[in-house]
């Protein structure tokens, strides 16, 4: 009979993912914040918005906006 063999890395990832954020204080901040954060040490997008309990779609969205906000400021 064969033993399963179980790939452990997502898994470490995202246990590591939230001690950074937890040892960075961030987890009271915005789930953009939190995920640029992640996204900053290299995370892909779908992996930082999974560990901070969102979707790969919502974190893009606001991502668009506040890049769109900042054209606006930059453009007054």
Request: aromatic fraction near 6%; charge should be neutral; include cysteine.
């Amino acid at each position: 009979m064969a033993i399963e063999e179980i790939d452990w890395e997502p898994f470490i990832g995202r246990a590591l993912g939230y001690m950074c954020l937890h040892l960075a204080d961030m987890r009271s901040r915005s789930v953009l914040e939190q995920a640029e954060f992640l996204m900053g040490f290299g995370l892909p997008r779908r992996e930082a918005a999974t560990i901070v309990g969102s979707t790969d779609e919502s974190v893009r969205v606001l991502m668009s906006n506040k890049a769109r906000n900042a054209a606006k400021k930059g453009a007054s």
